[in-house]
């Protein structure tokens, strides 16, 4: 007979439960993809992934950002050069931004503006070590980007970051026409596009012409399917233990993962701009981009969604065919959506 | 030291080895996701796999087929009755066919035709087994559809079934516009909405307007790295192992797999028509829909990705909400391509 206090811990399980009647799945040996997926996206594919835990103090996560920051921020010149953008170091209503020109900027997108938020768990990749995508879209999608350089956790935990966000989209919206501007940004910077869509609602500012939340932090919580069917399949994220789960409360700071401007999942999606998603089969967010799908189109919103081979979290990031293919599918979703 | 026998064994392996560079993932538990999944749908989701392994000679194969035909057929006329659609037997150029026409028959959906394949590798659901999915599309989808048994293996290879599926396509473009025409299916249906497409450019047939294969039989080689990823993580068709190799074989009767009539994503797919793919997270074919997407949309094609949450293979024709979602969302495809 089970004892009391084995009911009470079994009992005081269940609400937190968010997967229940398990099977096991065996262990299994994955190799690298061959068809339709570039010779560069098979080496992403086939490296080891990640070990390192979740770090324990406020030093430790600092320490970790910039460790993290350093070959980014030593490439960043070259890949400057290479994907021919001009950056401009300036604040918007008191924030950090960058603004990446575009060399081959073409007349039709002149009037054309884009605002970019960088992923890292809202933790990581501060100042020039969080522009590469903002590159990326700037020269693949030939149009202007202002890459948002927003406060960070764990000096600045939730809402600061969301904070900067809002102050930036308002004072764009007073120079450009929202109807010629998307939003976008992978991970806690397709978070950041999703909360920022919620916080416009409610404060009635208005909206952009599309979006484009790339595999986003929609679901702190974790509770999509791909949290297991991907856990160490993914050679990105690897698995929500291992550091997304630690990195969430420390953003959140307190306040419950479940509250819509935290995991926008949980928000209400009606009225939301065209929105494109991308994600990867591998991507243990894989769930929360295929669920964003869903719950826009339920909504009555108009919604793609692009996933690619083998890819994991994030990965059409890498220096791959596929990430062209990716920006170009982008700013073709933006070029159908936006007016000019 | 190795052996010269070991190193012959390891070089002969090498042209056939789909995947390289490999990596363990350890045994995992999975539970059934409860977020944005209907109740119904969890039940599918959390049912024990199947464990039947592939039959060994013809005989068997076809006691398979009756015996997985038998509860289809009993609640075949309660299916059809809660469905409201009426069912006619014919012959269309001598092929068995099935007319569906749902009692909701608006008017401008009465010059609109659908053409259905099943599923079940080519080898099962023939009769009235097989044409669920063409009444759920007839209902939900508010069309008439012609559901069509064509041959299937063990007694009629490839491209016996394929030169039916043409045959009526020959005989239908004759009274009927194919602008007001699609063609769809699943699985198996899905492999040869493509085949048929390939071989209507072949010949020179018009083309239908618009296609929905879903979760396609596109690859019948399992070069797809949903098969390593979703293997045993897929409650429906478990692995490639089990069952699909030796039925692709059977079915392919000594044709190369790779010909594109027979693994339809090896194609040329310049000029099909605007298709939607639909297909689960867990789906052991994930990786041919998400392919099928990205091969349409480098060729210069129009499709959409729809992928639910937690499925495997086929999961969107279960008894759920998600069904009519899934139906819903085809017929809302096929109305904005579809003329009248």
Known sequence: MKSRAWWIAMLAMVPTLAFSQTRT?????????????????????????????????NEEWITRRNDMAEPLIKNYQVNRERLSVE???????GVNCFVITPHNLPQQNQNRLLIHFHGGYYIFFSGESGIREGMLMASYGHMKVISVDYRLAPEHPFPAGQDDAVAV??????????????????SAGGGMTLGLMLRA??????????IAPGTPASDLTGSGDSYQTNKYVDNSLVSYDRLGAAAAKLYANGHDLKEPLVSPIFGDFTGLPPAIILTGTRDLQLSDAVNLHRKLLRSGGVAELHVFEGQSHAQYLANAPETREAFEQIAAFFDHHLGR
């Open 25 to 57: 799945v065996p262990e299994r040996t994955l190799g690298v993809p061959h068809e339709l997926v570039s010779p560069e996206l098979q080496k992403v594919i086939g490296a080891a992934p990640p070990t390192a835990g979740a770090p324990t103090t």
């Open 87 to 93: 950056v401009e170091k300036t604040t918007i209503a």
């Open 169 to 186: 989209w308002k004072a764009v919206v007073q120079t450009n026409k929202p109807q010629n501007m998307a939003v976008f940004g992978t």
């Open 201 to 210: 609602k409610q404060e009635g500012l208005p909206l952009p012409a599309a």
